[in-house]
Structures are given as structure tokens and as C-alpha cells.
């Protein structure tokens, strides 16, 4: 099993779509969950990170954690053409140097 | 935000040769560098984590004689695939994070793609 599962997509959307995308994982020890975008040939920059459960909201990106369950989302509002890219979800533990991440889920948002 | 940069952002290299990519942070220092792995459609694999002045520590699976990596600077980390085949073609990715902060302060560069022919 994979530490941490990612469906790979790809998700097409319409512009202005609510859209939602999600990583589970196995190791309970995870606290710091990350939301990485990843433009075509480009290194991952981050988006977002929460520290242990709970919600957090940027502007239209909202990360949300479900520790019981080890699942966590990120919810994209009003989806723009310039959203479209890989999204990649990564994970680690306190004090720990490596992260671990899903496969990325290709996005693209239709004008 | 900080900054990563790699160097080549592409590389295509004859089989059996050796291809050296840089890593450089450029404004803030970076005690602990990590080197990644990326296949199409598929997420980054760490490959091995270096700490400045100390040898890499290589991940399970990965040849530390065929992918030297050298940290000799606060600011700099080099990756070397020696003797490459077509096999280490892929999009390699470097990060790097700052002195005292945590996995969520890394910050990437963006990727170098090797393609050995």
C-alpha cells in the first residue's frame, strides 16, 4: 500500500465549477498536509498546508483535513482556465525532512 | 517567496556520458537540499536528501555510485548521473529548505529533463 493515494484524474471541469480533489493516506503519523501546483515542465510550488485537522481558506482554495479518516481535500471555487495544472497532495511528519507525495491529479478548467 | 533555481531546465546527453544539474538557492540558506525523481503521470520519488558539508543519504533503491550528489554550500547542491542511459531519462526536481524551518518551507526548483539518447 502506498503511503499516500491520489487519483491521477485527469478531471476536466467548466470554467466557474466548484472543484474537488482529494488524497487519502495510511500513516497516522502524518501532521503537516501540503497541496502543491504543478505547471507542465515546472517544479511543484506550494499552494497550501495545514498543520493537523481542520480547515483552512485562501481566497478560492479552501484545504480541509479529516484525520479520523485520513482523508484531505482541496476545494478550488469559481474555477479559472489558469487553475489548470497537476495538483499534487504531500505529507509529513513533525520534525521530519521527507515528504511524501500522491501522483498528482491533472485539472483542466474549459473558458 | 524563496527561491529555487535549477540549472539546465532541459539536458539531452549521449549514452554514457555524464550529466551534471545544479541546484542554487538564492536567497535564503539551505542546510538539508532533497533530489526527486519524476516519471510521466506519476508522482515525485525522493531519490536522496543532502545536508550541506555531509554525504547525501540516498533512498532504498538508489545507486549513490550512479547519482552523485555533492552539497558543498549553504546555497548549492549538484546532481551528477554518471554514465547515463535511456533509462535515467526523467524529470529530476531539487529542493531546498531553510535553516531551522519545517517540511512545509521547502521550496522547488523547476526540474531539469533529462533525455539520454
Known amino acids: 500500500q502506498k503511503e499516500v493515494e491520489q487519483d491521477p484524474g485527469p478531471l476536466s471541469v467548466p470554467e466557474g465549477a466548484i472543484v474537488s480533489l482529494n488524497c487519502t493516506y495510511s500513516n497516522s503519523a502524518f501532521q503537516y498536509f501540503m497541496w502543491y501546483r504543478q505547471y507542465s515542465r515546472k517544479g511543484p510550488e506550494l499552494l497550501m498546508y495545514t498543520y493537523s485537522s481542520g480547515n483552512k481558506e485562501d481566497g478560492r482554495f479552501t484545504a480541509q483535513v479529516d484525520k479520523s479518516s485520513k482523508y484531505i481535500s482541496l476545494f478550488i471555487r469559481d474555477s479559472q482556465p489558469s487553475d489548470s495544472a497537476t495538483y499534487l497532495c504531500?505529507?509529513?511528519?513533525?520534525?521530519?525532512?521527507?515528504?511524501?507525495f500522491g501522483t498528482g491529479t491533472r485539472l483542466t478548467v474549459i473558458p | 517567496g524563496a527561491v529555487v533555481s535549477q540549472h539546465p531546465s532541459w539536458v539531452i546527453c549521449k549514452s554514457g556520458t555524464s550529466v551534471k544539474i545544479e541546484c542554487r538557492s538564492l536567497d535564503f540558506q539551505a542546510t538539508t537540499m532533497f533530489w526527486y525523481r519524476q516519471f510521466p503521470k506519476q508522482s515525485l520519488m525522493l531519490m536522496a536528501t543532502s545536508n550541506e558539508g555531509s554525504k547525501a543519504t540516498y533512498e532504498q533503491g538508489v545507486e549513490k555510485d550512479k547519482f552523485l550528489i555533492n552539497h558543498a554550500s549553504l546555497t548549492l547542491s549538484t546532481l551528477t548521473v554518471t554514465s547515463a542511459h535511456p533509462e535515467d531519462s526523467s524529470f529530476y526536481i531539487c529542493s531546498a529548505r531553510h535553516l531551522f524551518r519545517g517540511p512545509t518551507e521547502a521550496f522547488f526548483g523547476q526540474g531539469t529533463r533529462l533525455t539520454v539518447v
Open positions: 504531500a505529507m509529513s511528519g513533525t520534525g521530519a525532512n521527507n515528504l511524501f
